[in-house]
């Protein structure tokens, strides 16, 4: 499969693909005989975990390194490092999907309260002085 190809089936650029094999975000790519890439199923899976971890947030240099320990495969501590790699990740993306959960929860009881609050507000039976601290309510 040829560069643009690639690009296409990942909803990327050319641009980007260059860029993340000349920084090392993926392995380098098979060139043909006419000097193009030549991109192959590992290849393939490279850019499709490169994109959705860059998704997830994964920094470039962690990408960087994970690749990097990918192509020294030379012993078994360079795997452990590697799936540390992703086990850092995979920690670092359950905190922010906590940290999201919790927001969602707040918005979804400030829309479920929202008439109610309005009208308190509206009848007097709450004013700025005697409002509800939302730090303290129940987190779900």
Do not use: C
């Not at 850019?47 to 920094?59: E, H, Q, V």
């Not at 359950?94 to 009848?123: C, G, P, S, W």
């Amino acid at each position: 499969m040829n560069i643009k190809q690639a690009a296409d089936m990942f909803e990327l650029t050319v641009d980007t693909l260059r860029y993340y094999e000349r920084v090392g975000v993926i392995p380098p790519v098979h060139r043909n005989s006419s000097g193009y890439r030549d991109y192959a199923t590992g290849d393939l899976n490279w850019i499709y975990l490169a994109k959705n971890l860059r998704k997830a947030g994964l920094s470039v240099e962690s990408l960087i390194e994970f690749a990097t320990l990918a192509q020294l495969r030379e012993t078994q501590n360079v795997e452990e490092a590697q799936k540390q790699v992703l086990r850092d990740q995979l920690k670092e993306l359950d905190d922010k999907l906590a940290e999201m959960n919790q927001v969602r929860n707040l918005l979804v009881y400030k829309i479920e309260t929202y008439d109610e609050h309005i009208a308190k507000f509206k009848t007097g039976k709450m004013n700025a002085e005697n409002v509800e601290k939302l730090w303290e309510r129940k987190h779900d």
